[in-house]
């Protein structure tokens, strides 16, 4: 069974940064794409960013280029969101997703895994 668990989401005040962890188990890491999404209160689940098996490629929301940074690393079977320039409509629940099987595009047409969530609320 696949489990994903996030970290690092917090309270920042606008223009601040906050990295995210999500620390995956349960299959090999490394065969899967991995990918980032957030839903804000009252509003629907809303794609962030996603990363290849190999950390190659990715792939990010308009609303977040240029200021989110997905990356991963293998050994530690984790994938990090980096995020800089916060602004109060960035708060949300950010999870992490993986797909049920090895795709070949950066972003999966499913994912089977979410991790719990973790808060990330920016303060104008």
């Known amino acids: 069974q696949v489990q994903l668990v996030e970290s690092g989401g917090g309270l920042v005040q606008a223009g601040g940064s906050l990295t995210l962890s999500c620390v995956s188990s349960?299959?090999?890491?490394?065969?899967?794409?991995m990918a980032w999404f957030r839903q804000a209160p009252g509003k629907g689940r809303e794609f962030v960013a996603a990363?290849?098996?190999?950390?190659?490629?990715?792939s990010y929301a308009d609303s977040v280029k240029g200021r989110f940074t997905i990356s991963r690393d293998n050994a530690k079977n984790t994938v990090y969101l980096q995020m800089n320039s916060l602004k109060p409509e960035d708060t949300a629940v950010y999870s992490c997703a993986a797909p049920s099987k090895a795709w070949d595009t950066v972003k999966t047409p499913e994912y089977a895994y979410w991790g719990q969530g973790t808060q990330v609320t920016v303060s104008s």
């Open positions: 349960g299959r090999t890491f490394s065969s899967y794409g």
């Open positions: 990363i290849s098996w190999s950390g190659r490629s990715t």
